[in-house]
């Protein structure tokens, strides 16, 4: 059976590991936090000025003025740290940020990322993903294998204007982890009850299979 956006975020929070900083995007990423094992210690940033990010608030517990990238309201953590974009942007333009996870409309397969705008479209507010995308060595994509029509996201050629050229490492959508490689998609795990066929029937880019393939584990 295919994940939800929960079950993507919780197999991606088994690549964080213990002294990280993280930098989570918009959308299924902020879920990650949710999964990350209690007996390591990790330091979530946002590139909106904040390191130390916790949990989301409970109902009543909401600050309007403590939210992340994605205007979503956060909490903080003891020892959290608080200051201006661009002393945020110099993290991670300084390659402080260990791991970033973001989502994305497409993903191409030689780590082409296509995340911020549909031509025609409104686009509701400017991220940091262009910094991030350009200054991070790990980028962990969290996305549906298919948009809404069916279609795959994970393509040989973006359609969408790029975010980023070349920078995607790793792939977690519904159907399957992938990563991405000098020669294509190569496929790591499948889905629980997901075939390969599924995910090569789901994926335009080229994919690689070699070998028996491992179910996730989550």
């Known amino acids: ?21 993280v930098n989570l995007g918009i959308g299924i990423p902020t879920l990650v936090a949710n999964f990350v094992r209690d007996d390591i210690q ?5 590139e909106n000025g904040i390191l130390g990010m916790g ?16 205007k979503q309201t956060i909490t903080a953590r003891p020892g959290a740290s608080f200051f201006d974009s661009a002393t945020s ?10 791991l970033t996870i973001l989502g994305a409309m497409e ?20 991220g940091g993903a262009m910094d991030l995308v350009a200054s991070a060595e790990n980028i962990i994509v969290a996305m549906m294998h298919t948009n809404k029509a069916g279609e795959s996201k994970l393509l040989k050629r973006c359609s969408l204007p790029l ?9 977690v959508t519904n159907l399957a ?20 066929e599924d995910v090569q029937n789901a994926t335009e880019g080229k994919l690689l299979v070699e070998g028996d393939i491992p179910e996730m584990q989550l």
């Open 89 to 98: 942007f110099g993290m991670i333009r300084g390659k402080h940020v260990d």
């Open 177 to 196: 982890v992938i990563e991405v490689t000098d020669n294509g998609f190569k496929l790591l795990e499948t889905a629980p009850g997901v075939s390969v």
């Open 107 to 126: 993903v191409a397969e030689n780590g082409d990322i296509a995340n911020w705008k549909i031509p025609g479209k409104m686009v509701k507010g400017m």
């Open 1 to 21: 059976m295919a994940l939800d956006k929960n079950g993507i975020a919780q197999r991606i929070a088994k690549e964080v590991k213990d002294g990280y900083y």
């Open 42 to 46: 990790v330091e979530f940033q946002s």
């Open 163 to 171: 975010t980023g050229v070349g920078c995607v490492t790793k792939i």
């Open 55 to 70: 949990r989301f608030p409970l109902d009543g517990e909401e600050d309007a003025d403590l939210i992340n990238a994605g």
